[in-house]
């Protein structure tokens, strides 16, 4: 069965860069949730989509953006990288805002250096 | 704001015995949900097992099974046979259930859980 691609699945950036994470729903899902988990701490929320519109913020940096395209997958932007943005960054979807279970893709692992 | 509580950093367990993990959660709603991830060493998030808050019945995954108490705020998880693939951290996730949008998870702090063969 289709999983939640994400990529890439690591990525190296110097302080100051800038990186953009993709996220590639389970096709048909048009819900997608973006976390950060950093080292040794639980996923923390960062943004969410819902038929190409955001639809909730958590502890969304300023220096970060999002978006949902018209083929439901989602770009995380991320600038004037910091040393503190190194984490492992979750991508899920679900089949509709009120669907219950999230699927989680493997994440894409960021080194800022 | 909700919060998800898991007072055990670590956990240990001989394979083959049982283990229960626990969780508590601060909450004004009535209506949500309550999860159980694994994480293991791949990193990857795995549903292991949900509950919702309306249902008084507690859930059960073949070997895993929780214990929900509403009124106390309680969402453990018992692991029956114990395996060493099951060895994992383990995060309680809270959600939602209210409509007009994607509802975010709200995770605990994770229990790591090792297998001693």
């Known amino acids: 069965a289709a999983g939640v691609i994400q990529s890439p699945r690591h990525l190296i950036k110097e302080k100051r860069e800038t990186a953009t994470l993709k996220c590639y729903p389970i096709p048909r899902h048009d819900t997608v949730y973006w976390y950060q988990q950093g080292p040794g701490q639980d996923p923390q929320f960062l943004i969410s989509f819902y038929e190409k519109m955001q639809s909730d913020k958590g502890s969304i940096p300023d220096r970060f953006s999002a978006q949902q395209f018209s083929d439901y997958h989602s770009e995380l932007n991320m600038s004037s990288l910091e040393l503190g943005d190194s984490a492992l960054y979750f991508c899920?979807?679900?089949?509709?805002?009120?669907?219950?279970?999230?699927?989680f893709g493997q994440g894409t692992r960021l080194t800022v250096v | 704001a909700q919060t998800v509580t898991q007072s055990q950093p670590e956990m240990s367990v001989q394979e083959a015995e049982t283990v229960t993990l626990s969780c508590t959660y601060d909450?004004?709603?009535?209506?949500?949900?309550l999860f159980w991830y694994k994480q293991p060493p791949s990193r990857q998030m795995i549903l292991v097992i949900r509950?919702?808050?309306?249902?008084?019945q507690n859930a059960t995954e073949n070997r895993f099974s929780v214990n929900f108490q509403k009124a106390a705020k309680s969402f453990s998880l018992k692991i029956s046979d114990s395996q060493l693939g099951d060895a994992a951290m383990y995060f309680c996730a809270y959600r939602s259930g209210g409509f007009g949008g994607a509802q975010k998870l709200v995770f605990g702090q994770g229990t790591r859980l090792t297998i001693n063969p």
């Open positions: 899920a979807s679900s089949l509709s805002p009120g669907s219950t279970e999230a699927f």
């Open positions: 509950q919702e808050a309306y249902k008084q």
């Open positions: 909450t004004s709603e009535s209506d949500y949900y």
